[in-house]
């Protein structure tokens, strides 16, 4: 399977695209000032303890207080293989107006808040260190038994101590013993720090932040498997560089400068890869179709033939299509970043074996999926339950905004993918050899453009020495716009026109 990477960073925001084959199947982005809360750690204040429920809700300087079970569940370790997690049969003793460190496992979500455990882990490459958890765990996807017992031997005598406890992730089988070990102390070094720090910390201070999107994704990769990373943006180039430098498995020929006139994303046809995830129906290669809708409580896929009717049975026309949405499905969920409960209205299929088969299809390519997925058996309705878990935000929560005309009921595009298609025309003009770019759009749009200085990086660079004038009008709508070039030193405007910079 081929595998790329694509990295950009424009309007204060930064873009990761994995494309496999292809097809795009990851997709994030991610503002420059860390959106992302995942990972990170908090010093909290208890504000609140329901004794009913087990549960304790966590001020930590966010939107929304954070939301603590105090029997604190494990299901962050299911998807390993390892030594069972021992837990307290007494639940965490907590009162109002304790202080309490905490970790973000879950980012906020409608109106909830974040879900924070007590048990910090601290992510590397090659090992994750749980520096308060008497647990030790290998990735599934090390299947060579000889190899899982040389690793979890060495990461055990690693430990120090009862108490804490190692992750051994995927990449581990390609390091050596001296780099396992200096991963390791590096990160006890972090937490040690991090202790220190929180001691004077106020309630609310971020004590630990993950790296940013790029890097991490950059880092859960590996690197036999990337045949390209390219970069759109030079400092972010230069940064990757020296990364890739650091970890010594990954040839720098294989990162890639962009030094194209043109946005990256769209010259690589990754920009209208990723509108299509806001549109409820995929197609499918044989003719048929899913349709995906969301709901408060869980995520249905409908399945349809379309225009796919086959050469033999009406059994056989409808198998071919389950099977062909089994994978489509996948690569969907991922793609969109689905969690929680998922059901999958498969077209019905009468013969037994049918159903298993399709059921067995889900499961193979749910397999490649980082984010662990549980699939049922298919009911004789032909419904199919799964969970995957949730691993930050869905893709959909980047790409549309609540529609204040209709209630919230429908959506429209979020700002920052406004931007960014007027961006790319404003490239495509100036790389058609005009010096002036004529940008008539949204008058509430050019407002923020101004306001949030959205463009000032491009203007102060690759636009220099181009003029970008806006014309504002109230009738467009948020995402409608038009980009003209002109190459004339005198242009003819009208008095509503405004020069970016």
């Known amino acids: 399977m081929k595998k790329e990477l694509f990295f950009d960073r424009y309007c204060a925001q930064q873009f990761a695209a994995l494309v496999e084959d292809g097809k795009l199947a990851e997709f994030a982005v991610e503002p420059e000032n860390r959106g992302e809360i995942v990972g990170n750690i908090y010093k909290g204040r208890v504000t609140n303890v329901l004794s009913g429920m087990n549960a304790a809700f966590i001020c ?61 882990s601290f992510v590397g490459r090659r090992i994750i260190y749980l520096p308060t958890t008497d647990f030790l765990g290998i990735s599934r996807k090390i299947t060579d038994p000889t190899e899982r017992e040389r690793l979890l031997k060495t990461v055990d005598k690693m430990r120090g101590g009862a108490e804490s406890g190692f992750i051994v992730r995927t990449q581990a089988p390609f390091a050596t013993l001296k780099q396992l070990k200096s991963e390791a102390d590096f990160l006890k070094k972090v937490y040690q720090r991090m202790v220190k720090t929180a001691a004077d910390a106020p309630v609310g201070a971020v ?208 700002d920052i993918f406004v931007f960014s298609r007027i961006r790319a025309a404003i490239l495509d003009c100036f790389a058609e050899g005009n010096t002036s770019a004529v940008v008539e759009i949204n008058a509430e749009v050019m407002k923020k453009i101004l306001s949030q200085g959205v463009f000032t990086k491009e203007a102060q660079g690759r636009w220099k020495h181009k003029r970008v004038y806006f014309i504002p009008h109230k009738t467009y709508k948020e995402d409608a716009f038009c980009v003209r070039g002109d190459k004339e030193r005198v242009l003819h405007l009208p008095d509503t026109a405004q020069l970016l910079y």
């Open 60 to 120: 930590c300087g966010l939107a929304k207080n954070c939301y603590l079970s105090m029997e604190e569940t494990y299901t962050d370790y299911t998807k390993y293989d390892g030594t069972p997690v021992k837990t307290s049969e007494k639940p965490l003793d907590l009162h109002v107006g304790d202080e309490i460190i905490v970790q973000v496992t879950k980012p906020p979500r409608g109106n909830k808040g974040a879900k924070v455990t007590t048990h910090l």
């Open 207 to 414: 004590l630990y932040q993950d790296e940013d999107l790029p890097v991490r994704m950059l880092r859960d990769c590996f690197g036999e498997d990337i045949s390209a990373i390219h970069v759109g943006d030079e400092e972010l180039y230069r940064r990757l560089l020296t990364l890739v430098r650091l970890r010594g498995d990954l040839p720098e020929r294989k990162i890639v400068f962009h030094t194209g006139e043109r946005s990256m994303l769209e010259e690589y046809g990754i920009m209208p890869l990723v509108y299509d995830i806001a549109r409820p129906t995929v197609p499918l290669e044989n003719g048929g179709s899913i349709v995906i809708e969301h709901t408060e409580a869980m995520t249905v896929i409908d399945v349809n033939t379309g225009s796919f009717i086959g050469d033999s049975s009406l059994e056989e026309t409808v198998f071919a299509v389950n099977v062909a949405a089994a994978k489509e499905i996948a690569r969907q969920v991922r793609l969109r970043n689905i969690g929680g409960i998922i059901v999958v209205d498969f077209i019905d299929m009468l013969e037994e074996e049918h159903r298993i088969a399709v059921t067995e299809e889900l499961k193979k390519y749910l397999s490649a999926d980082k984010a662990k997925c549980n699939v049922l058996p298919m009911s004789e309705l032909c419904l199919t339950q799964f969970t995957r878990k949730r691993v930050g935000n869905d893709t959909l929560s980047m790409l549309v905004k609540p529609c204040e005309l209709c209630e919230g009921k429908g959506h429209v595009p979020n």
